[in-house]
Protein backbone atom coordinates (compact mmCIF):
# COMPACT_ATOMS: atom_id res chain seq x y z
CA UNK A 1 0.00 0.00 0.00
CA UNK A 2 1.29 3.38 -0.59
CA UNK A 3 -0.27 7.02 0.40
CA UNK A 4 0.98 10.05 -0.57
CA UNK A 5 0.13 13.62 0.05
CA UNK A 6 1.28 16.35 -2.14
CA UNK A 7 1.00 19.83 -3.57
CA UNK A 8 3.33 19.06 -6.29
CA UNK A 9 1.59 17.40 -9.54
CA UNK A 10 2.10 13.58 -10.11
CA UNK A 11 2.76 11.81 -13.40
CA UNK A 12 0.16 9.78 -13.91
CA UNK A 13 1.37 7.62 -17.01
CA UNK A 14 4.43 6.70 -14.77
CA UNK A 15 2.42 5.94 -11.56
CA UNK A 16 -0.25 3.38 -13.60
CA UNK A 17 2.46 1.74 -15.27
CA UNK A 18 4.56 1.09 -12.66
CA UNK A 19 1.75 0.45 -10.47
CA UNK A 20 1.61 -3.65 -10.12
CA UNK A 21 4.49 -4.32 -12.38
CA UNK A 22 6.39 -7.18 -12.36
CA UNK A 23 3.21 -8.70 -10.07
CA UNK A 24 2.32 -11.48 -12.92
CA UNK A 25 -0.05 -12.67 -10.27
CA UNK A 26 -2.29 -9.68 -11.11
CA UNK A 27 -4.81 -9.87 -13.86
CA UNK A 28 -6.50 -6.73 -13.55
CA UNK A 29 -5.36 -2.47 -12.77
CA UNK A 30 -7.94 -0.07 -12.47
CA UNK A 31 -6.79 3.19 -11.86
CA UNK A 32 -9.71 6.64 -10.80
CA UNK A 33 -7.84 9.92 -11.62
CA UNK A 34 -10.19 13.11 -10.48
CA UNK A 35 -9.72 16.27 -12.22
CA UNK A 36 -9.92 20.03 -11.30
CA UNK A 37 -13.93 20.57 -13.08
CA UNK A 38 -14.63 23.87 -14.34
CA UNK A 39 -18.11 23.95 -14.99
CA UNK A 40 -18.99 26.80 -16.96
CA UNK A 41 -16.28 28.28 -17.77
CA UNK A 42 -15.72 30.69 -14.26
CA UNK A 43 -13.44 28.95 -12.45
CA UNK A 44 -9.79 30.83 -12.12
CA UNK A 45 -8.28 28.03 -8.99
CA UNK A 46 -9.14 25.55 -6.51
CA UNK A 47 -7.32 25.61 -3.70
CA UNK A 48 -7.33 22.48 -1.16
CA UNK A 49 -6.46 22.14 2.46
CA UNK A 50 -6.00 19.60 4.47
CA UNK A 51 -5.08 18.25 7.83
CA UNK A 52 -1.62 16.92 7.97
CA UNK A 53 -1.16 13.49 9.79
CA UNK A 54 -4.87 12.64 9.95
CA UNK A 55 -5.01 13.00 6.14
CA UNK A 56 -2.58 10.54 5.64
CA UNK A 57 -4.16 8.29 8.39
CA UNK A 58 -7.15 8.51 7.44
CA UNK A 59 -6.56 7.52 3.57
CA UNK A 60 -4.59 4.56 5.16
CA UNK A 61 -7.16 3.38 7.40
CA UNK A 62 -9.39 3.11 4.00
CA UNK A 63 -7.05 1.77 1.96
CA UNK A 64 -6.45 -1.38 4.95
CA UNK A 65 -10.09 -1.91 5.20
CA UNK A 66 -10.32 -2.29 1.28
CA UNK A 67 -7.53 -4.61 1.78
CA UNK A 68 -9.38 -6.83 4.19
CA UNK A 69 -12.68 -6.42 1.77
CA UNK A 70 -11.23 -7.70 -1.32
CA UNK A 71 -8.55 -9.64 -2.51
CA UNK A 72 -5.95 -6.74 -3.57
CA UNK A 73 -1.97 -7.05 -4.42
CA UNK A 74 -1.61 -3.43 -3.65
CA UNK A 75 -3.48 -0.11 -3.30
CA UNK A 76 -1.80 3.11 -4.15
CA UNK A 77 -3.67 6.65 -3.41
CA UNK A 78 -2.33 9.97 -4.58
CA UNK A 79 -4.33 12.87 -3.25
CA UNK A 80 -2.72 16.35 -3.52
CA UNK A 81 -3.50 19.79 -1.72
CA UNK A 82 -2.88 23.47 -2.46
CA UNK A 83 -3.51 25.90 -5.24
CA UNK A 84 -4.92 23.64 -8.63
CA UNK A 85 -5.97 25.58 -11.55
CA UNK A 86 -9.47 23.90 -14.14
CA UNK A 87 -7.91 20.52 -15.82
CA UNK A 88 -5.13 19.73 -13.32
CA UNK A 89 -5.36 16.24 -11.39
CA UNK A 90 -6.24 16.52 -8.31
CA UNK A 91 -6.47 12.53 -7.35
CA UNK A 92 -5.66 9.35 -8.09
CA UNK A 93 -6.38 6.15 -6.84
CA UNK A 94 -5.40 2.47 -8.17
CA UNK A 95 -5.93 -1.26 -7.12
CA UNK A 96 -4.59 -4.61 -8.35
CA UNK A 97 -6.34 -8.02 -8.16
CA UNK A 98 -6.13 -11.08 -9.63
CA UNK A 99 -9.48 -10.34 -11.08
CA UNK A 100 -11.04 -7.30 -12.37
CA UNK A 101 -14.38 -7.24 -9.89
CA UNK A 102 -12.34 -6.89 -6.73
CA UNK A 103 -9.99 -4.12 -8.29
CA UNK A 104 -12.89 -2.28 -9.71
CA UNK A 105 -15.35 -2.30 -6.21
CA UNK A 106 -12.37 -1.52 -4.00
CA UNK A 107 -11.01 1.35 -6.52
CA UNK A 108 -15.10 2.58 -5.86
CA UNK A 109 -15.06 1.85 -2.00
CA UNK A 110 -12.13 3.92 -1.65
CA UNK A 111 -13.89 6.62 -3.87
CA UNK A 112 -16.93 7.14 -2.08
CA UNK A 113 -14.57 7.03 1.31
CA UNK A 114 -11.85 9.35 0.52
CA UNK A 115 -14.56 11.84 -0.84
CA UNK A 116 -16.36 12.34 2.89
CA UNK A 117 -13.80 10.99 5.27
CA UNK A 118 -10.36 12.24 4.08
CA UNK A 119 -9.73 15.61 6.06
CA UNK A 120 -9.71 17.74 2.90
CA UNK A 121 -11.73 20.46 2.24
CA UNK A 122 -11.97 22.27 -1.15
CA UNK A 123 -12.17 26.03 -2.07
CA UNK A 124 -13.78 27.73 -5.36
CA UNK A 125 -12.01 30.85 -6.46
CA UNK A 126 -13.70 32.65 -9.14
CA UNK A 127 -14.35 36.06 -10.47
CA UNK A 128 -17.03 36.43 -8.56
CA UNK A 129 -15.13 35.70 -5.38
CA UNK A 130 -13.99 32.21 -2.84
CA UNK A 131 -16.43 29.31 -1.82
CA UNK A 132 -15.76 26.76 0.06
CA UNK A 133 -17.34 23.25 -2.00
CA UNK A 134 -20.26 21.83 0.21
CA UNK A 135 -20.52 18.37 0.99
CA UNK A 136 -23.06 17.30 -0.68
CA UNK A 137 -26.06 14.72 0.93
CA UNK A 138 -25.31 11.93 -1.98
CA UNK A 139 -21.40 11.50 -0.83
CA UNK A 140 -22.74 10.45 2.98
CA UNK A 141 -25.26 7.84 1.08
CA UNK A 142 -22.90 6.75 -0.99
CA UNK A 143 -21.37 4.77 1.65
CA UNK A 144 -23.95 2.96 2.61
CA UNK A 145 -24.20 0.88 0.23
CA UNK A 146 -20.49 -0.73 1.39
CA UNK A 147 -22.05 -0.73 5.26
CA UNK A 148 -22.68 -4.58 6.45
CA UNK B 1 -3.90 21.94 27.76
CA UNK B 2 -5.46 20.92 24.26
CA UNK B 3 -3.98 22.03 21.00
CA UNK B 4 -7.30 23.36 19.29
CA UNK B 5 -7.30 22.95 15.83
CA UNK B 6 -9.59 25.15 12.76
CA UNK B 7 -9.60 23.97 9.24
CA UNK B 8 -11.29 25.45 6.28
CA UNK B 9 -13.90 27.75 6.66
CA UNK B 10 -13.89 27.41 10.74
CA UNK B 11 -10.45 28.75 10.65
CA UNK B 12 -12.01 31.48 8.70
CA UNK B 13 -14.19 32.70 11.04
CA UNK B 14 -12.25 32.24 13.91
CA UNK B 15 -9.70 33.70 12.36
CA UNK B 16 -6.64 31.25 13.61
CA UNK B 17 -5.74 27.91 12.14
CA UNK B 18 -4.44 26.96 15.75
CA UNK B 19 -3.98 27.78 19.33
CA UNK B 20 -3.58 26.24 23.07
CA UNK B 21 -6.60 26.18 24.97
CA UNK B 22 -6.50 25.96 29.23
CA UNK B 23 -9.75 24.13 29.98
CA UNK B 24 -11.79 22.21 32.38
CA UNK B 25 -14.58 20.86 29.81
CA UNK B 26 -15.09 17.16 30.08
CA UNK B 27 -16.73 16.61 26.80
CA UNK B 28 -16.25 18.41 23.03
CA UNK B 29 -19.83 19.57 23.53
CA UNK B 30 -18.60 21.71 27.20
CA UNK B 31 -14.97 22.83 24.82
CA UNK B 32 -17.36 24.18 22.25
CA UNK B 33 -19.81 26.43 25.23
CA UNK B 34 -16.53 27.61 26.65
CA UNK B 35 -15.02 28.69 23.08
CA UNK B 36 -18.63 30.22 21.27
CA UNK B 37 -19.11 32.04 24.85
CA UNK B 38 -15.72 34.03 23.94
CA UNK B 39 -16.39 36.15 21.48
CA UNK B 40 -18.76 36.69 18.13
CA UNK B 41 -16.07 34.96 15.93
CA UNK B 42 -16.54 31.85 17.60
CA UNK B 43 -19.95 32.19 18.69
CA UNK B 44 -20.40 32.49 14.58
CA UNK B 45 -18.16 29.67 13.37
CA UNK B 46 -19.88 27.21 16.46
CA UNK B 47 -23.54 28.40 15.73
CA UNK B 48 -24.63 25.15 13.99
CA UNK B 49 -22.78 22.50 15.19
CA UNK B 50 -24.53 19.94 13.17
CA UNK B 51 -22.62 21.45 9.89
CA UNK B 52 -19.76 20.84 11.90
CA UNK B 53 -17.34 17.54 12.34
CA UNK B 54 -15.04 17.21 15.33
CA UNK B 55 -11.31 14.78 15.45
CA UNK B 56 -9.90 14.02 18.61
CA UNK B 57 -6.10 12.94 18.06
CA UNK B 58 -6.70 13.06 14.49
CA UNK B 59 -9.78 10.34 14.62
CA UNK B 60 -13.32 11.12 13.59
CA UNK B 61 -15.16 11.55 16.62
CA UNK B 62 -18.49 13.29 18.03
CA UNK B 63 -19.47 16.07 20.23
CA UNK B 64 -20.41 14.22 22.97
CA UNK B 65 -17.47 12.44 23.60
CA UNK B 66 -15.33 12.72 26.70
CA UNK B 67 -11.74 14.63 26.35
CA UNK B 68 -10.52 13.01 29.13
CA UNK B 69 -6.79 12.17 27.67
CA UNK B 70 -7.03 13.80 24.45
CA UNK B 71 -4.21 16.35 23.55
CA UNK B 72 -5.42 17.69 20.20
CA UNK B 73 -9.03 18.34 19.08
CA UNK B 74 -9.62 20.04 15.59
CA UNK B 75 -13.24 21.52 13.98
CA UNK B 76 -14.14 21.38 10.59
CA UNK B 77 -17.04 21.28 8.20
CA UNK B 78 -17.83 17.96 6.39
CA UNK B 79 -15.06 16.75 4.31
CA UNK B 80 -14.72 17.24 0.35
CA UNK B 81 -11.90 14.95 -0.63
CA UNK B 82 -11.59 12.94 -3.99
Same mark, same amino acid.
Given at each position: ?? &?????? !???????????????????? &??????????????????????? !????????????????????????? &????????? !???????????? !??????????????????????????????????????????????????? | ??????????????????????????????????????????????????????????????????????????????????
Amino acid at each position: MR &VVVQSE !PFDLGALTAGFAAGRSDMGA &VVSFTGIVRDTDGRLDRMEIEHY !PGMTERAIATIAEEAQARWSLGDVL &VIHRHGTLR !PGELIMMVATCS !PHRGDAFAAAEFLMDYLKSRAPFWKKELTADGAAWVAAKPEDEDALSRWTR | MLDVLYFAWVRERIGLPKERVETGAATVAELVAELSARDARYAAAFADISALRVALDQELSDFDAPLAGVREVAFFPPMTGG
